[in-house]
C-alpha cells in the first residue's frame, strides 16, 4: 500500500542547531501514528515541516507516491494536510461556525451579504459527522476548551483533510472529554483519515495509536507497534534507562503542621475545603478539570478573593488580600500555566529568580545588587541543575522544564516553606519529569510543607504521600498514597453532590 | 566559576539585542547628520545650529524619558505634554503670584507634577481605567485647569532673577567659554543618566520591566503591582515637571494654550529608539537618540527650505519606516 505520507532522510538546520538530521517518517491512510520524543527532539520541527510552516533543507516528501513540496500552510491545507496546534487558536468573541469558515465564509445572492444560515448549515453537516453535539451558533468563549478543540479539528475537517496532525492535543482535557476526543479519533481513522499524534503522555499512546515513532535529538530512532513495552519506548527516547526508585512514604504524622487551612469557600467554586500539611509532607491533590483544586491553591496563595475561611501558617492566622501577604508568609505558588502566570519570559534567568525577593539584593534599599544577584542565580542554576548557557539567557528560550527550575529556584530563594506545585509537569518531556520529581522529593526531605495538584493521576500517586479529592468545589476523600489506586481516586474524583445541578 | 559568568552576563548586556537596536538608531541618527551636512555644508555643521539642536531636543528629550518608562511596563501617558504645560504654570503661580523662592518654586513644579502623575497611577490601579482612557481623561482636565487657572493669559517669569538660566545659562560655557552648551541640555543629559541608572539598576527598573513582561507573574511574586505602577507614573510625572520648568525657563514664560501634541512626539522619540509598545523593552539611551532624530530631522529640513507641511509629512514616514526596520530586524532574529 502506498503510503498517505512518506518523509525520506529529512534534515532541516537552523542557525547554529541542526533540528532533524535523516529523518524517516511515513503516515498510512486511517492509521494514528503517534510520534514521541523529549522536547527538543524534533517532533515539532516535522510536523510543521508537513504543515507547511518550515520548507526541508535536504530529503524527500511524498504524497500518495509522488515528490511534493509543501511551500506555506495555505499550500498544506490545498493539499488536505491539517494541523491542530497546541495554542488553540480560535477567536473568542465569534461563533463556532464563524470560526471554522473564517476567510471563507458562504456568501448571499448578492455576493456582498454574509450567507449565515448556510454558514451554520455546513458547520452542522461537520459536527453530526463527528457526531459532536453542539450548536454551531455557540460563542467559542463560551465552551470548554476541549469542546475548542473540536472546534479546531471540525475545522481541519471543513478543509476535507485526509492529513491531521494533533500536537498534544489532551493537554487540558479531563478523563471524560480525552474519551469523547478518542472516539472522533477513531472514528476518522475508519474514514481512512491519517492522524499523526503527539503526546507525552504513554497511557494514552497505547489505547490511541496503531503505530509508534520515536525521535531523540533530531534523529530518527526507530518505529514501532504501539504495544511495545512503555519502558522499551522511553529508554528509546531518552537514550538510558530511567531509575525507578521502591515508593517510600516517610512518617511525618509527629511533624509541625505548616499549613493548616480551615472553612475555605468561594462561591460554587470552593466549598467548605479543610486540610492540613505538616513539615516534610507531600500532600496530592487529585480531581477533574474544573474540580476546584487551582481555585483552593489560588485562594490559599491570595491570588483570588475568598468568601469565607482562614489559612494558617506556623499556627498563625495570615491575611489572604493578595499573594504578598502570602510570600511573606512564605507560600509559594508554582502556577500551572508558567508562560502566563509564573514566568516574566521576557525576563533573565537570574532576573526572575530574585524578582520575589528582590528586597533582599538591594544596596541602600535602592540600588541593585549585582554581584549578589548573580552570585544566588548561580547557585540556584548550580543546585537544581538549570541547563542555561547563561544567567542573562531570555527565560522563553529555555525548555519547560528548565523553566519551570527557574520557577521552583525563586521560591526556593525567598526561604519559602509552603511551596504549591500546580501541574509541575504539564508540557515537560520524560527526561525532565523525574528531576523535577526528584526535587519536590528532596524539598519534602530537607521539611518543606508541599502541595501538588495535578491531573495526571499517575503523578498524584507517584508524588503524594497523602492525596485529597475534590469534586465540584468540595473535598471528597483524603487518603494514604498507599491505599490509593487510579481507580479509587477516579470514584471519589466523580462523587457528586445528589442534588447539584446537571454538569454542562 | 562565578567570576566567569559576571563577566558573561556584562559582555551580554552590552553586546546583546539591545545595543544592536541601539548601534541601529544611532546609525540611522549619524547617516542624518551625514546627508544634511552634505547637502547643506554652510548652514547645518555650524556652532549655532548644532546648539539650536541640542537645544530643541531638551523639552522632547526629557518627557520622552518620562513616557519609556512608562511604555516600558506596556503602558501609555497621553498627558505628559500638557502635564508639562501645568506644571510651567503653577511654577508661574508658585514664583510669579506667591513670590515663593526660586528653589522652592521650582521644587513645587517638579512636585505637581509627580502628584498629577500618582493621581494617574491610582486611577488605573484603583478605579482600573486603562491607561490610554486615564491619561487621555487627565490630558484634557489639565488643559482645561491650566487656562483656568491662567485666564488663558501667559504667565511672565521676566521679574524672577534667574529663572531663564535654568534653560539658556550655561555653566559649562562658564567654565570652558568655548563650549557655550545651554542649561537645558546638560540637564537632559543628567536626567537621562540618572535615568538609565534607575531604570538597569535600581527594583523600580527592574518593576517597570517585569511588569511589561509579564504582569500576572508579578502579582504572583508577590510584588504589589499597584503600588509599583503608582510609583512608576508619579516617578514619570516628575520628570515632566522638570520638562515644564525647562519650557518655561526658555520661554520666559508658562504658555497655558501650549503641549497638546507634545506627548505624541515623545511617544515617536521612544519608538524610534527601540522601546516596544507592547513592553518589557527599552532603553534610556535609546530613548534620546531617537529625540535627536526628529529634532535633526526637522531641523534639517527647515534648513533646505522645506515648508512645514511637508516637514510633517516627511516626519510621520520616517517614524513609520524606525518601526518597520526594527520589525525587520526583530524577525530575522
Redo the contacts between chains.
Keep these: 500500500m502506498t503510503a498517505l505520507i512518506a518523509v525520506k532522510n529529512l534534515s532541516k538546520s537552523f542557525p547554529g542547531v541542526k533540528a532533524l538530521q535523516d529523518v524517516q517518517f511515513d503516515l498510512q491512510a486511517g492509521e494514528v501514528h503517534a510520534l514521541m520524543g523529549e522536547n527538543g527532539a524534533g517532533k515539532s520541527t516535522l510536523m510543521k515541516i508537513l504543515a507547511g510552516v518550515y520548507t526541508r533543507d535536504e530529503g524527500e516528501m511524498l504524497l500518495d507516491g509522488v515528490p511534493v513540496e509543501i511551500t506555506s500552510p495555505a499550500h498544506a491545507q490545498a493539499l488536505a494536510i491539517g494541523i491542530i496546534h497546541q495554542e488553540l487558536y480560535l477567536m473568542s468573541h465569534l461563533t463556532a461556525a464563524q470560526n471554522i469558515f473564517l476567510g471563507r465564509e458562504p456568501k448571499g445572492s448578492m455576493g456582498l451579504f454574509l450567507d449565515e444560515d448556510k454558514l451554520n448549515r455546513d458547520t452542522q453537516v461537520l459536527f453530526d459527522r463527528m457526531h459532536l453535539d453542539m450548536p454551531p451558533e455557540t460563542r467559542i468563549g463560551d465552551l470548554t476548551v476541549a469542546r475548542q478543540q473540536m472546534v479546531e479539528i471540525a475545522k481541519a475537517l471543513s478543509f476535507k483533510s485526509r492529513v491531521l496532525i494533533m500536537d498534544e492535543p489532551t493537554a487540558a482535557l479531563n478523563n471524560a472529554e480525552i474519551e469523547e476526543l478518542f472516539r472522533i479519533i477513531r472514528q476518522l481513522r475508519e474514514e481512512g483519515v491519517g492522524i499523526v499524534y503527539i503526546s507525552h503522555k504513554m497511557d494514552e499512546i497505547q489505547r490511541i495509536a496503531d503505530r509508534i515513532t520515536v525521535m531523540r535529538d533530531g534523529r530518527y530512532i526507530n518505529t514501532v507497534a504501539a504495544q511495545t513495552p512503555m519502558a522499551e519506548i522511553i529508554a528509546m527516547m531518552v537514550g538510558r534507562k530511567l531509575e525507578h526508585a521502591e515508593k517510600h512514604i516517610p512518617d511525618t504524622s509527629a511533624n509541625e503542621v505548616l499549613l493548616d487551612v480551615r472553612g475555605l469557600s468561594r462561591g460554587r467554586a470552593i466549598r467548605d475545603v479543610n486540610f492540613t500539611v505538616r513539615r516534610g509532607e507531600i500532600l496530592g491533590f487529585a480531581g477533574l478539570m474544573g474540580a476546584g483544586r487551582t481555585e483552593v491553591a489560588r485562594a490559599v496563595f491570595g491570588a483570588d478573593t475568598i468568601d469565607s475561611g482562614e489559612v494558617r501558617v506556623h499556627g498563625k492566622v495570615i491575611a489572604l488580600k493578595s499573594p504578598r501577604d502570602a510570600v511573606q508568609a512564605g507560600i509559594g505558588y508554582l502556577s500551572e500555566d508558567r508562560k502566563h502566570f509564573g514566568l516574566a519570559t521576557g525576563m533573565d534567568v537570574e532576573s526572575n529568580i530574585t524578582l520575589p525577593s528582590l528586597r533582599r539584593w538591594l544596596k541602600w534599599g535602592v540600588f541593585l545588587n549585582r554581584s549578589a544577584i548573580h552570585a544566588v542565580g548561580q547557585e540556584m542554576v548550580d543546585k537544581l541543575r538549570i541547563k542555561t548557557p547563561s544567567l542573562t539567557q531570555v527565560a522563553r528560550l529555555l525548555s519547560g522544564g528548565n523553566q519551570q527550575k527557574v520557577v521552583i529556584a525563586k521560591w526556593l530563594v525567598q526561604d519559602c516553606e509552603v511551596l504549591i506545585f500546580d501541574e509541575p509537569t504539564r508540557g515537560i518531556d520524560v527526561g525532565a519529569k523525574s528531576e523535577i520529581y526528584k526535587l519536590v522529593n528532596d524539598l519534602a526531605a530537607q521539611g518543606k510543607a508541599i502541595i501538588v495538584i495535578s491531573s495526571e493521576l499517575p503523578e498524584v500517586l507517584h508524588l503524594s504521600h497523602r492525596i485529597l479529592v475534590m469534586c465540584e468545589g468540595r473535598i471528597t476523600g483524603d487518603v494514604s498514597a498507599l491505599d490509593a489506586t487510579q481507580e479509587s481516586l477516579m470514584a471519589l474524583a466523580t462523587r457528586r453532590e445528589e442534588q447539584a445541578a446537571p454538569f454542562h | 566559576?562565578?567570576q566567569d559568568?559576571?563577566k558573561?552576563?556584562l559582555w551580554?548586556?552590552f553586546s546583546?539585542g539591545q545595543a544592536k537596536q541601539k548601534l541601529l538608531a544611532f546609525a540611522s541618527l549619524l547617516a542624518l547628520i551625514l546627508i544634511f551636512t552634505a547637502l547643506k555644508p554652510d548652514a547645518f555643521m555650524t556652532q549655532d545650529n548644532i546648539i539650536g539642536i541640542l537645544q530643541s531636543t531638551t523639552v522632547i528629550g526629557v518627557l520622552a524619558i518620562a513616557s519609556t518608562f512608562i511604555i516600558i511596563t506596556s503602558g501609555i501617558d497621553l498627558s505628559v505634554g500638557v502635564l508639562m504645560t501645568f506644571c510651567a504654570v503653577m511654577g508661574g503661580v508658585f514664583l510669579v503670584n506667591w513670590h515663593w523662592p526660586l528653589p522652592l518654586g521650582v521644587l513645587g513644579a517638579v512636585v505637581v507634577g509627580a502628584l498629577t502623575g500618582c493621581v494617574s497611577g491610582l486611577t488605573i490601579t484603583r478605579l482600573k481605567v486603562p491607561p490610554f482612557i486615564a491619561t487621555l481623561g487627565m490630558m484634557m482636565l489639565l488643559k482645561g485647569l491650566s487656562l483656568i487657572i491662567t485666564g488663558a493669559r501667559p504667565i511672565y517669569f521676566n521679574d524672577i532673577e534667574g529663572f531663564d538660566q535654568i534653560a539658556l545659562g550655561s555653566l559649562i560655557g562658564d567654565i570652558f567659554p568655548a563650549l557655550l552648551i545651554p542649561n537645558g541640555v546638560l540637564i537632559m543629559f543628567v536626567m537621562a543618566a540618572i535615568c538609565a541608572v534607575i531604570l538597569n539598576?535600581?527594583?523600580l527598573?527592574?518593576?517597570t520591566?517585569?511588569l511589561?513582561?509579564?504582569e500576572?507573574?508579578?502579582?504572583?511574586?508577590?510584588?504589589?503591582v499597584n503600588r509599583w505602577k503608582v510609583i512608576i507614573y508619579t516617578f514619570s510625572g516628575g520628570i515632566c515637571g522638570v520638562a515644564g520648568l525647562l519650557i518655561a525657563s526658555r520661554l520666559n514664560s508658562a504658555q497655558p494654550a501650549l503641549g497638546q501634541g507634545y506627548e505624541l512626539d515623545a511617544i515617536a522619540a521612544v519608538v524610534i529608539g527601540g522601546t516596544s509598545l507592547s513592553g518589557?523593552?527599552g532603553t534610556i539611551l535609546g530613548t534620546i537618540i531617537g529625540a535627536f532624530i526628529m529634532s535633526v530631522l526637522i531641523n534639517g529640513l527647515r534648513i533646505m527650505s522645506v515648508a512645514q507641511e511637508w516637514q510633517m509629512v516627511l516626519t510621520g514616514l520616517i517614524i513609520i519606516l524606525a518601526v518597520y526596520t526594527d520589525n525587520l530586524r526583530r524577525e530575522k532574529k
Design positions: 566559576m562565578s559568568s559576571s558573561a552576563s551580554s548586556r546583546g539598576r535600581t527594583a527598573g527592574r518593576y520591566f517585569a511589561g513582561s509579564n500576572e507573574a508579578v502579582r504572583l511574586s508577590g510584588v504589589d518589557g523593552v
